[in-house]
């Protein structure tokens, strides 16, 4: 089992920026890959950006350059930098952990994008 908690996201103008990060615990040891999916009100499921243990990263394109993913592995932590916010950045935003066998979810944390 992975348990994942969540920390970051609140109120930001446009053109903001907010971090999230993700501290993993329990059987870390098996974790491939750490990221971000996101849901606004309305849409589909969206995957935000995805890491590697060896440091891959892929983004969506909607938010590459913008925002910024990175991974601990000494700390079992994943952070998501995320600048030039807009307001279409507006949803929940879910940090994930997959492992060969399951995929792990934290509680999710509510981004807003408003002026």
């Known amino acids: 089992q992975v348990q994942l908690v969540e920390s970051g996201g609140g109120l930001v103008q446009p053109g903001g920026s907010l971090r999230l990060s993700c501290a993993a615990s329990g059987n870390i040891a098996r974790i491939n890959v750490m990221g971000w999916y996101r849901r606004a009100p309305g849409k589909e499921r969206e995957l935000v950006a995805r890491?590697?243990?060896?440091?891959?990263?892929n983004y969506a394109d909607s938010v590459k350059g913008r925002f910024t993913i990175s991974r601990d592995n000494a700390k079992n932590t994943a952070s998501l930098q995320m600048n030039s916010l807009k307001p279409e950045d507006t949803a929940v935003y879910y940090c994930?952990?997959?492992?060969?066998?399951?995929?792990?979810w934290g509680q999710g944390t509510q981004v807003t994008v408003s002026s």
């Open positions: 890491i590697t243990r060896s440091g891959v990263t």
């Open positions: 994930y952990a997959e492992t060969p066998l399951n995929v792990y």
